[in-house]
């Protein structure tokens, strides 16, 4: 999946990592407000490490922009910036077309029971991550 979701983005210059921060500060009820770094970390389960580095190339790239955190002058939010957005809206047909060719060998009845199984997953794994921090908490 990444090695060929990379080549769908490839034209951009983008990696399938900026593909899903983008994706994620693209989301409606998050575009104008942007998310804390803390939010991405949870939305898409990547580390704080490697998603500041993410960050950074993005925003290097004029693709995604720091702003202030209305409720919490402190602390920052990552958006996408009118150049991103316009970008997010180019690489949404090339991303369109790499899912549209992955799941041809899927009828519309496999997709559904794929997505739901996925969904499964994630929760299991985030299940997982929940625990895994409890058992921390009590050790530290």
């Known amino acids: 999946m990444h090695k060929n979701g990379t080549k769908a983005v490839a034209s951009f210059g983008s990696t399938t990592q900026q593909w899903a ?3 994620a500060l693209a989301r ?7 998310m804390s770094v803390k939010e991405l970390i949870g939305f898409l389960m990547l580390s ?14 004029g693709w995604i922009e720091k702003v202030k955190d209305a409720a919490d002058g402190r602390s920052r939010r990552s958006r ?7 970008i997010w809206d180019e690489m949404l047909v090339a991303i369109g077309e790499f899912y549209e060719a ?8 496999e997709q559904l029971a794929l997505y ?10 985030a299940a997982l991550g929940v625990e895994e921090d409890a058992a921390q908490a009590e050790g530290a």
């Open 21 to 23: 921060v983008m994706g």
């Open 28 to 34: 409606p009820r998050v575009r104008n407000e942007g």
């Open 48 to 61: 704080r490490q490697n998603l500041s580095a993410v960050l950074d190339r993005l925003e290097s790239r």
């Open 80 to 86: 996408l910036t009118a150049k991103g957005v316009a």
């Open 102 to 109: 992955s799941l041809a060998g899927l009828s519309p009845e």
């Open 116 to 125: 739901r199984l996925l969904d499964r997953l994630k929760d299991g794994l």
